[in-house]
């Protein structure tokens, strides 16, 4: 059994265990269920640097990542930096986030897209995302077949949450397009061997359609890098790692983004 697969086991016993302690009914009662969601699609679409900076603690692939920084402090300095969405990491076993640290970054930047980065397997997950202040979710191709992220996309769609899809070769690629996608990405890590290159999202871009916002994830750590990424037709950067691992990562966002403008 592989590090996903053992995600994937951990996750649907809490997934169980929370329908008990919060039932779906009640999540709906949640005041921020019913707010205006803000699109992240669009937000990158109209964008000129198309970042979407993480909050990340840690990863299994890289043990401690950042435990000091709060999220109010990473979350404001990626608001100052113009990031085009926050992603922010809800799994806690594994990378030592929570529905809390979402719940504080949608108090702290009411408008800026917030995407739930979470191994979605269920429908209450998706109304959990809603409840918290999530815009976004993310559906990983790796751990779900082609209904499952049909059911799955469109349930989130209507909620009125936007979608992005995460594969990470064209067999994923090619069960995953469909219309209730809002972005497709491509995740230059491979989640069983943890190797990164962006050769995959370059491999990958010319089998995108243009409906999809293009969306390049992981190992993205210099300026070149998402220059050379844009002249394969990719509008999305999620960076995580290359700005929490510093002391201080708004700060890290801000002088990376102001580069990229350059």
């Given amino acids: 059994m592989n590090i996903l697969d053992k995600i994937i086991a951990d996750k649907r016993i809490e997934v169980d265990l929370k329908k008990d302690l919060i039932p779906p009914k009640l999540l709906e009662d949640f005041v921020l269920f019913d707010r205006e969601t803000n699109s992240l ?118 909620l009125s949450l936007d979608v992005l899809l995460e594969v990470h070769n064209q067999e994923e690629l090619e069960k995953s397009i469909m219309p209730s996608l809002d972005m497709l990405g491509v995740n230059n890590r491979n989640l069983k061997t943890f190797e990164v290159s962006t050769d995959i999202s370059k491999s990958l871009s010319s089998q995108i359609p243009d409906d999809f916002v293009k969306v390049s994830e992981s190992g993205i750590s210099t300026i070149e890098a998402i220059k050379d990424l844009k002249q394969y037709g990719y509008q999305g950067f999620l960076i995580g790692e290359n700005f929490m691992k510093t002391d201080n990562p708004g700060a890290s966002a801000v002088e990376f983004i102001k580069n990229l403008n350059l």
Avoid: M
Avoid at 82 to 105: M, R, W
Avoid at 106 to 111: I, L
């Fill in 41 to 158: 699609a669009e937000s990158l679409r109209n964008s000129n640097t198309g970042i979407i900076a993480e909050h990340k603690r840690r990863s299994p692939s890289k043990s401690v990542i950042n435990q000091k920084e709060s999220v109010y402090n990473v979350v404001i300095g990626y608001t100052l930096a113009n990031a085009c969405g926050i992603s922010v990491l809800t799994d806690g076993k594994y990378f030592g986030g929570s529905l809390e640290d979402l719940l504080q970054a949608r108090a702290t930047t009411p408008k800026i897209p917030l995407l739930r980065k979470e191994f979605i397997i269920d429908e209450y997950q998706l109304l959990e995302a809603k409840a918290y202040g999530a815009d976004a979710i993310l559906l990983i191709a790796a751990v779900l077949d082609r209904n499952q992220i049909k059911s799955l996309s469109e349930f989130a769609k209507s």
